[in-house]
């Protein structure tokens, strides 16, 4: 057992925002041999912002624990593994106010963690996040409220379906600073609740970059809220890309 799989705690707040991407555009945003994984002819991307508290080894006191703002940009993917094939989200960007986070990231924490200020302000009904670069920059604007139904544009028919589709995607694999080699871990939920937003501002520097998503090409799709879920994160082994990049090997 790693001691990633000793840590637990309670995900104060998380909110989902998703985009709904043209197919061919997020395969080529993509390494290989990840692929999306399609909804309804559609890719799926976007940015969980999480809010962590009571984070500790497992056999330590909830009062002990720590807490921290962080924000991971996702794609939803599916991939070939051994043989198998398996799905998940594929994780290109980390940010976190932690310097513990960051400092770990990489060893403890899978992936690497950009130290990032994060803007944020929240009530029991409306959650608003703000995270800016080391530079200066504005990596992500958000803010909304919860709303009574998903917009109807959105691509998922109901909460319930839309619920179901993240929760396929436990299992989140980072970049790392080597080429075709991931970190892997999985996000338990030991319970699970989702509400859906109404979005009132959503900037995003990665999913507003045209370069990588042409105009056209990405379109805001929902925001999702989850409160107060116990979890625990479990280790994956990492993976590293064959060489003709058809399928991934375990390594460790």
Not at 9 to 33: E, H, K, M, T
Not at 61 to 80: F, K, L, Q, T, Y
Not at 97 to 120: C, K, Y
Not at 129 to 144: K, L, Q, T
Request: aromatic share 10%; with cysteine.
């Amino acid at each position: 057992m790693s001691l990633l799989d000793t840590i637990q705690g309670v995900i104060a707040r998380r909110v989902l925002l998703n985009y709904r991407i043209d197919p061919d555009v997020v395969q080529q945003a993509l390494p290989a041999p990840f692929r999306p994984k399609l909804y309804r002819g559609y890719g799926i991307g976007g940015i969980c912002m999480i809010r962590f508290k009571e984070l500790r080894p497992r056999m330590l006191p909830a009062w002990v624990g720590m807490g921290s703002e962080n924000a991971a940009h996702r794609i939803a993917v599916e991939w070939d593994e051994e043989g198998e094939r398996k799905e998940g989200v594929y994780i290109p960007r980390r940010d976190t106010n932690s310097w513990l986070n960051q400092t770990l990231g990489g060893h403890v924490f899978p992936g690497i963690f950009t130290q990032s200020a994060f803007e944020v302000h929240e009530d029991t009904g409306a959650v608003a996040v703000r995270i800016v670069r080391p530079d200066g920059g504005e990596e992500i604007a958000f803010s909304g409220r919860v709303a009574e139904k998903l917009p109807d544009t959105s691509l998922f028919a109901s909460i319930e379906d839309a619920s179901q589709f993240f929760l396929a995607g436990s299992t989140g694999y980072s970049a790392t600073q080597q080429e075709g080699h991931y970190h892997g871990m999985d996000l338990k939920c030991l319970n699970w609740n989702m509400a859906p937003m109404e979005v009132e501002v959503a900037r995003s520097c990665f999913f507003g970059d045209a370069a990588r998503f042409p105009p056209g090409s990405v379109e805001l799709d929902c925001a999702l809220l989850m409160r107060d879920i116990d979890h625990e994160w479990h280790s994956r082994p990492d993976l590293q890309a064959s060489q003709d990049q058809k399928s991934f090997a375990h390594i460790g």
